[in-house]
């Protein structure tokens, strides 16, 4: 009688035996799926915050930015003005008088119709009478007919010999002939400092570019330099289609 319940016994046991196997495997596998939502949750939650954080700091170099180009534009309207009104006036005792512009600026400059600079605030003999018919911020108002600000790409200036941002606005006479260019020097490490003083991660950078794909300040580290065409990657194929669809993104 005993022989006959040893082998129930033991299946009994044996059952139990692989239920309690079955129990903590499905127990295993719960914990890891728990474990594996909460990392998947956090995850979605810190690309979330990441996403915001650069989204917010994207809105405040942005707002930097316009109000800096902003502040010059103005400034190059009333120096163009100035001149319309009276073409002998005095550029330097103007500049330190109204004091519109800081260190930002390397330069401020009237090119003649010539293409030659006929007044610079730069304190150097041969800053007068430089040859610029070759610069793009010369060369695009000769037949430009509209009244926008004009932003170049990062050149080394011929009487500064640094790296600059050309600023330049169309001066016309009044019968709307060309007669000159009106033209701020931008220093683009003043934007790169301020991008450098936000705290954007030791991995973060930031890169100001221009809708033709040519970087026109750094931030960060990034191994891009200034003047580099990015031109080719594709956020930029991006744009060329969207303005093929006839949509205008916003320029720099």
Known sequence: MRSHNTPDKTRW???????????????????????????????????????LNSANLARAFEEHLARTLN????S???????YIADESFNLKRWLRSTQLFDDQTLQVGLIGVDGFIKLSSVDSR???GTDLRDREHYRHFLTAADDELFISKPIIGRTTGKWSIQL???????????????VESLDPNYLSRFYSSVDIGEAGYVRIVGTDGIVRAVGGHTPELLGQDLSG???????????RAGFTPKAF
Do not use: M, P
């Open 13 to 51: 046991l044996r059952a139990l035996a692989q239920s309690s196997t079955w129990l903590s495997a499905i127990i295993i596998i719960f914990v890891w799926s728990s474990i594996i939502f909460h990392l998947q949750v956090e995850r979605s939650a810190a690309e979330r915050g990441a996403v």
């Open 71 to 74: 502040d010059i534009d103005r």
């Open 76 to 82: 190059l309207k009333a120096i163009r003005a100035n």
């Open 126 to 128: 041969s800053a007068v």
């Open 168 to 182: 330049a606005r169309r001066i016309e006479r009044s019968d709307g002939s060309f007669a000159g260019v009106i």
């Open 233 to 243: 990657v594709t956020l930029f194929s991006t744009l060329r289609a969207i303005r």
